[in-house]
């Protein structure tokens, strides 16, 4: 692990900020610097697959980290780094020291989500993180407690409540909260997931090896670094880059990678932003140790009744996406169904109640020290229930949830919630 002159700087820095609020002058405008107003500047921690997204985001990149230098050189070079004054770094604590940095991007590995958000907090950064929010429910608590403490703004990269078709639907999800807000389907309401709405194709693509074998470490990566946090394991190329989320040190497989994108948005539609449900079922067969396999269907349940169902096979396809006493919405899955799609949407605006206005900008909402549409506090809830599946997938059980103490009713799914992690790495 780097251990050198300038970790003793940052780790120096990091313990006197811990309990301020860092403004640099930049942001106020102050000796004649330029105010976020007309420019916010960025930095990159993770320069894998997703990192492209981010590469073209707003504001101005400074910055660019990977602890594999052949990832880190592919971005650098993606980003015309000489040509546009863009550094690059091995160690992330360094690019969160610098003060010229407004917004840090996670976009590593999970397992790295809430110790790095977390010392970007406490250096005073904003941060837009890589979803899932957090790989533990623990990790989770922690996150929303030092950006809350910190005064952070926050961004989670899912966007599905606010912006975009939704998976399948055809339309956007405020339409769907229009209806339930104007109890068009009744209640409780009953949300199913299934390949008509795109959940189950990502399943079989992220499910590990188990017993895998040693093998020599590639000379770019620095793989003890890489690592991290997570259990000190002997290295094979399954357990890093693309492959990583077989594997429940790191990630949840098809579920830690996709559940958020599809159950952010039920908890907006049904208003459950500030609570979890109280059940979740499991239909598997018992999982490796290590590598995570497949699950057939998984239901949660909230306290008034309201369920989600995971359709892990692709059992429930012509099922409505959503229904209660009232009503059901389908999938439009044909010309009919988008016929019926159109009709459904001129229902919906001639409805009295629109759902409140959310904050879609997020360098407007750094601006303005605004809560984003999707930050800490809501998307803390929706990782709840990723987390709450990845549990009882890893275990094969069936576990009730307490949103209030925020614990199972099992001691095994308990010890799940707050993971150690290797030193020197803590939260």
Partial sequence: ???????RHVVKSLAAMATVQIVPGRVLGLNGQTPPSEILTRGIIGCGGISASHLTMPGKLLALCDVDKGHLANRMRD????????????DYRELIARDDIDIVHVATPPHW?????????????????????SRTIGEGIAMVREVEK????FRLNTWFRFQSGFYGMGIPVSFIKKAVMNDMFGWPLKVTVSGTTGFNWKLDQWVGIPGLKPEPVPEELDY??????????EYNHNRV?????????????GLGDMGQHYLDPVQYILGKDGEAPVSVDIDADPQDSEAIGTWRRMEFTYAD??????????KDVGAPYIEGPKGKLFAPMNSEGRLEMREFRKKVDALPKDPPEQKTDFHECVRKREKFALNEKNGFWSCTIVNMGVTAHRLNKSLKFDSKTLKFDDPEANA???QPMRDPWKV
Avoid: Q
Avoid at 116 to 121: F, G, V, Y
């Fill in 1 to 7: 692990m780097p251990m050198n002159v300038s970790r």
């Fill in 79 to 90: 980003a015309k780094a000489e040509e546009n004054g863009i550094k690059g770094y091995h």
């Fill in 113 to 133: 989500h809430a110790k790095m958000a977390i010392d970007a907090a406490r250096a005073g950064k904003d941060i837009w993180c890589e979803k899932p929010m």
């Fill in 150 to 153: 910190t005064g952070r703004i």
């Fill in 224 to 233: 003890n670094f890489w690592l991290g946090p997570a259990p000190k394991k």
């Fill in 241 to 253: 880059h693309a492959k990583f989320r077989g594997y429940w040190d790191y990630d949840g497989g």
């Fill in 305 to 314: 009744g309201c369920k989600i169902v995971l359709d892990g096979e692709n």
């Fill in 416 to 418: 799940l919630i707050h």
